[in-house]
């Protein structure tokens, strides 16, 4: 383990540095209904003791998805603790499986239930030296003994500011706890803990029958570092944390009380964090909260443009390009867990009736695609949408193949051509129970890649992709970098009919979870909701028809 730390060359540009143009996000007003729970804080204090001071930052934070992060139904195995639970997985390695339908004891601290909380980022902590996490070999739940981070007893509040330097005054002496200044609290370091994760499967061999790889479930830290944000200074923190927009002092005294000095007023951080993770099993108010902060922090990032030809003709096909461009995120789009999610093209194609000539990306009554994971595909395949864009990862798995595509690494080299895609590129996949090769045996299915590289294919080949974190080897990713483009093409038959003008629509669409994911969530409901909807960008073109 090693003291939290940021690096010199970043240093400056953290001290008093402004907010990135590049970064489209701004922080949502709102209230936040009042969750506080009972403070029983140990050595470490639970968000409603900090809520005495700073009442306005613990709203913001009770709302977001940190602080629902241990109450997730479908986090529940021990390993997913050391990011979900960070403080009740320290103090008890069971915590979110021995309290998944159980309050945890008056004997833990609160914020051992409060998820992602205040002391996990503002109490002094360790961080781990970037390495994979190790399973332990017990079976069916997972256990790690490897944490992504140590809260230490809470004797400072430690922020970005307070140095002392320049125009940083350092902080105002008062009664309830010392206070510090830490730079690497604005450092993309500290975010990496969770958001990096690599899975060493190897004490897990006579489980799953075998040498097993180290699997890179989660690259969003390498993604940005990839990126060309770091140069411009532009952290997680600049997105997912926006400056508010008025200087504010960090605290007010409670009701009745005073402060020896008033705090000065600093710049700061909303406490919503807002990303596409969202408590999408719950109702209410901080739903909708976190819904519009998802929102705006999705307003802009990518750039639609259509390429059509000056007019259509009837009774041909006209050829559209659509390009999809990451202008303001970070990091590939869709990250994370990225294939946990669905985020897609729609395109549609209508004559000036109104009537469609042409359709991909289109959701059912049942809100799926009309993919391999579709109920009504996997009975016709011939309803499957060969143009379908779909810029979900996959997580994919090849006993038979294992051996021969491990590395020295013990990572696993999926070759592109075993990898089998519709006519837009989009990876077409088995699953444990289904075999795609009827879907794969339709005249249009190839192994195309998103080059363009051709070959006709109709066997499913070597790959079967999984939802079990526990059997994935390997992620294919399929999103788009930070400032990199992408595009498909959809090719329209113009038919004798068509009345002109033509009207083109689409839309990038994401939902946080997929469809097939939501599907099989029985711990939610016996016909689980399919989670929000967002559209990210949309683009509109008309088109003449050429009369003859």
Same mark, same amino acid.
């Given at each position: !383990?090693?003291?939290?730390? +940021?690096?010199?060359?970043?240093?400056?540009?953290?001290?008093?540095?402004?907010?990135?143009?590049?970064?489209?996000?701004?922080?949502?007003? #709102?209230?936040?209904?009042?969750?506080? /729970?009972?403070?029983?804080? #140990?050595?470490?204090?639970?968000?409603?003791?900090?809520?005495?001071?700073?009442?306005?930052? +613990?709203?913001?934070?009770?709302?977001?998805?940190?602080?629902?992060?241990?109450?997730?139904?479908?986090?529940?195995?021990?390993?997913? #603790?050391?990011?979900?639970?960070?403080?009740?997985?320290?103090?008890?390695?069971?915590?979110?499986?021995?309290?998944?339908?159980?309050?945890? /004891?008056?004997?833990?601290?609160?914020?051992?239930?409060?998820?992602?909380?205040? +002391?996990?980022?503002?109490?002094?902590?360790?961080?781990?030296?970037?390495?994979?996490?190790?399973?332990?070999?017990?079976?069916?739940?997972?256990?790690?003994?490897?944490?992504?981070?140590?809260?230490?007893?809470?004797?400072?509040?430690?922020?970005?500011?307070?140095?002392?330097?320049?125009?940083?005054?350092p902080p105002v002496h008062q009664d309830y706890h010392a206070s510090g200044f830490e730079p690497g609290i604005q450092s993309a370091e500290l975010c990496?803990?969770?958001?990096?994760?690599v899975v060493d499967k190897g004490p897990l061999e006579a489980q799953l029958g075998g040498p097993q790889p180290r699997v890179t479930l989660d690259r969003?830290?390498?993604?940005?570092?990839?990126?060309?944000?770091?140069?411009?200074?532009?952290?997680?923190?600049?997105?997912?944390?926006?400056?508010?927009?008025?200087?504010?002092?960090?605290?007010?005294?409670?009701?009745?009380?005073?402060?020896?000095?008033?705090?000065? /007023?600093?710049?700061?951080?909303?406490?919503?964090?807002?990303?596409?993770?969202?408590?999408?099993?719950?109702?209410?108010?901080?739903?909708?909260?976190?819904?519009?902060?998802?929102?705006?922090?999705?307003?802009?990032?990518?750039?639609?443009?259509?390429?059509?030809?000056?007019?259509?003709?009837?009774?041909?096909?006209?050829?559209?390009?659509?390009?999809?461009?990451?202008?303001? +995120?970070?990091?590939?789009? /869709?990250?994370?867990?990225?294939?946990?999610?669905?985020?897609?093209?729609?395109?549609?194609?209508?004559?000036?009736?109104?009537?469609?000539?042409?359709?991909?990306?289109?959701?059912?009554?049942?809100?799926?695609?009309?993919?391999?994971?579709?109920?009504?595909?996997?009975?016709?395949?011939?309803?499957?949408?060969?143009?379908?864009?779909?810029?979900?990862?996959? !997580?994919?798995?090849?006993?038979? !193949?294992?051996?021969?595509?491990?590395?020295?690494?013990?990572?696993?080299?999926v070759p592109d051509e075993a990898i089998r895609r519709n006519l837009n590129g989009t990876p077409i996949l088995s699953t444990a129970d289904f075999d795609?090769?009827?879907?794969?045996?339709?005249?249009?299915?190839?192994?195309?890649?998103?080059?363009?590289?051709?070959?006709?294919?109709?066997?499913?080949?070597?790959?079967?992709?999984?939802?079990?974190?526990?059997?994935?080897?390997?992620?294919?990713?399929?999103?788009?970098?930070?400032?990199?483009?992408?595009?498909?093409?959809?090719?329209?038959?113009?038919?004798?009919?068509?009345?002109?003008?033509?009207?083109?629509?689409?839309?990038?669409?994401?939902?946080?979870?997929?469809?097939?994911?939501?599907?099989?969530?029985?711990?939610?409901?016996?016909?689980?909701?399919?989670?929000?909807?967002?559209?990210?960008?949309?683009?509109?073109?008309?088109?003449?028809?050429?009369?003859?």
């Amino acid at each position: !383990m090693r003291a939290r730390w +940021v690096p010199a060359a970043i240093l400056a540009s953290l001290l008093g540095a402004a907010p990135i143009a590049a970064c489209r996000s701004t922080p949502i007003e #709102g209230p936040a209904p009042d969750r506080r /729970p009972e403070a029983s804080s #140990g050595g470490f204090p639970g968000a409603a003791e900090c809520a005495d001071c700073h009442a306005d930052i +613990v709203a913001e934070w009770q709302s977001s998805a940190h602080a629902f992060s241990a109450e997730n139904p479908l986090i529940h195995a021990p390993v997913c #603790g050391r990011c979900h639970a960070p403080v009740g997985t320290m103090l008890d390695p069971e915590f979110m499986y021995r309290y998944a339908e159980a309050p945890p /004891p008056a004997s833990l601290p609160a914020a051992a239930a409060e998820g992602v909380s205040c +002391v996990v980022c503002h109490a002094p902590i360790e961080l781990a030296d970037p390495q994979p996490l190790h399973f332990e070999p017990e079976w069916p739940n997972w256990r790690t003994s490897d944490l992504a981070l140590r809260v230490l007893d809470f004797d400072r509040a430690l922020g970005p500011f307070g140095s002392g330097l320049g125009d940083d005054a350092p902080p105002v002496h008062q009664d309830y706890h010392a206070s510090g200044f830490e730079p690497g609290i604005q450092s993309a370091e500290l975010c990496r803990s969770c958001h990096e994760l690599v899975v060493d499967k190897g004490p897990l061999e006579a489980q799953l029958g075998g040498p097993q790889p180290r699997v890179t479930l989660d690259r969003t830290y390498a993604e940005w570092a990839a990126s060309a944000y770091p140069a411009r200074g532009t952290t997680c923190q600049t997105c997912h944390m926006p400056r508010r927009p008025a200087l504010e002092p960090a605290a007010v005294a409670p009701p009745g009380q005073a402060f020896d000095a008033p705090p000065p /007023p600093r710049p700061r951080s909303d406490h919503g964090f807002p990303g596409v993770h969202g408590s999408y099993w719950r109702e209410g108010p901080e739903l909708a909260l976190q819904q519009r902060r998802v929102t705006a922090l999705l307003d802009g990032i990518v750039s639609i443009e259509l390429e059509l030809a000056p007019a259509a003709a009837r009774g041909e096909t006209l050829e559209i390009v659509a390009r999809l461009r990451n202008e303001g +995120v970070g990091h590939d789009l /869709p990250s994370g867990y990225a294939f946990w999610r669905e985020l897609w093209l729609e395109l549609r194609v209508e004559d000036a009736t109104g009537r469609l000539l042409f359709g991909s990306g289109a959701l059912d009554a049942d809100a799926f695609l009309m993919d391999e994971y579709n109920p009504a595909v996997r009975q016709d395949p011939r309803r499957y949408d060969p143009y379908l864009w779909s810029l979900r990862a996959r !997580m994919v798995r090849s006993p038979k !193949m294992l051996a021969a595509w491990i590395d020295e690494d013990r990572q696993v080299q999926v070759p592109d051509e075993a990898i089998r895609r519709n006519l837009n590129g989009t990876p077409i996949l088995s699953t444990a129970d289904f075999d795609a090769s009827p879907i794969l045996a339709q005249a249009w299915a190839t192994d195309r890649g998103p080059d363009g590289s051709a070959g006709s294919t109709r066997d499913a080949g070597p790959l079967e992709e999984v939802y079990t974190l526990r059997y994935g080897e390997a992620v294919i990713a399929n999103g788009i970098p930070a400032g990199e483009t992408r595009q498909a093409r959809y090719p329209v038959p113009v038919d004798a009919d068509a009345v002109g003008p033509l009207r083109v629509s689409a839309r990038l669409l994401l939902r946080p979870l997929s469809r097939s994911m939501t599907s099989q969530q029985e711990e939610l409901a016996a016909s689980p909701p399919p989670g929000p909807t967002y559209t990210i960008e949309s683009a509109e073109a008309s088109i003449p028809i050429a009369e003859r």
